[in-house]
């Protein structure tokens, strides 16, 4: 899918930005919000969907020749590519073009993709803040968190965090709390480790990404209505990764990435670019991520909120 923003000056420049998923995921639309409110309406914007999160594996080098060939008939004067799948799919096509290049989303080291030690390449990390989120996590729950789930899908991107933080195992101890990491493939083996949480000893479960589930058929699940189901069954309280995951119906709290804080600073980095500036000191990582809560699942999942972070916290209701 292609969407056009056209811009107000006739010679504005042109950015092309190719996304690994689809703007009806929440992170997309997030920080193509932020890339537009610092690029738009004086730069030309044009975005290529992969939809990585819901396409066959086997399909991905097609939607890479799709996006290459967006590349030379657009001819753009910057291009953005969004997570890890459009990275590694396209950036060992792109960066030898010499085209100036900002990343965002990422979640492998940017030199296994080729992104490293170019003057023309720069951009934004987007790791989940794990170890800080069991910090927070210990400052809001009320009760002692001993044990806790780190519940993703079977992504790309699931197994890049799992890789880096867990390494080959599924279990280790963080902060002083064993932590467990659980990959479900299909929503079948999702809801399993759901309705298992309580009984397992978890005190708390964070929710991963739950994008890239199949449902009985082998179809993408729908991960909202997964979400809700999640919700709906669990017996513990639930924390979010993203801010995506974090609402009435949700998780109800987590130190989270926002996309639309994303969009923006890779904006930033793509002004400087189109500026005419080389050699942006890369990467830049967005590691501090923002406290983020619902009031109503909050109250709901027993969290108790000191007021020193409700001040500075992204409330939701």
């Known amino acids: 899918m292609l969407i056009f923003f056209p811009a107000t000056q006739a010679w504005a420049e042109k950015v092309l930005v190719v ?30 969907e992969m939809d990585t999160k819901r396409i066959p594996p086997e399909l991905f080098a097609e939607k890479a020749a799709e996006a290459l060939r967006m590349v030379e008939e657009y001819a753009p004067d910057l291009v953005v590519l969004g997570d890890d799948n459009a990275n590694r799919l396209l950036a060992p096509t792109l960066v030898p073009r010499g085209i100036p290049l900002v990343y965002l989303g990422l979640n492998a080291n940017p030199r296994e993709y080729g992104l490293y030690g170019h003057a023309h390449v720069a951009g934004i990390m987007e790791r989940p803040l794990l170890l800080q989120s069991l910090h927070v996590a210990k400052s809001i729950l009320p009760t002692s968190v001993r044990r806790v789930l780190f519940l993703f899908d079977g992504s790309v991107t699931s197994s890049l965090i799992a890789e880096d933080v867990f390494r080959r195992g599924h279990s280790m101890e963080l902060a002083g709390i064993r932590a467990d990491m659980v990959l479900a493939s299909t929503e079948e083996d999702w809801m399993h480790a759901v309705r298992g949480a309580a009984e397992n000893g978890y005190d708390v479960v964070f929710i991963g990404l739950y994008q890239r589930l199949k449902d009985a058929g082998g179809n993408s699940a729908d991960g909202d209505a997964v979400l809700a189901k999640t919700m709906r069954e669990l017996r513990v309280p639930a924390m979010g990764l993203w801010d995506f995951s974090i609402g009435a119906g949700k998780a109800a709290a987590g130190l989270v990435h926002v996309g639309e804080h994303q969009g923006r600073a890779a904006g930033e980095l793509a002004l400087r670019f189109l500026a005419g500036e080389r050699s942006v000191q890369i990467p830049v990582t967005a590691e501090s991520g923002v406290f983020m809560f619902s009031r109503s699942e909050a109250l709901r999942q027993g969290f108790v909120i000191p007021e020193a972070m409700v001040a500075d916290a992204i409330v939701v209701e």
């Open 19 to 48: 996304q690994s998923y689809s703007s009806c995921f929440g992170w997309d639309a997030g920080y193509l919000r932020g890339l537009f409110s610092v690029l738009g309406p004086e730069k030309e914007l044009r975005t290529f």
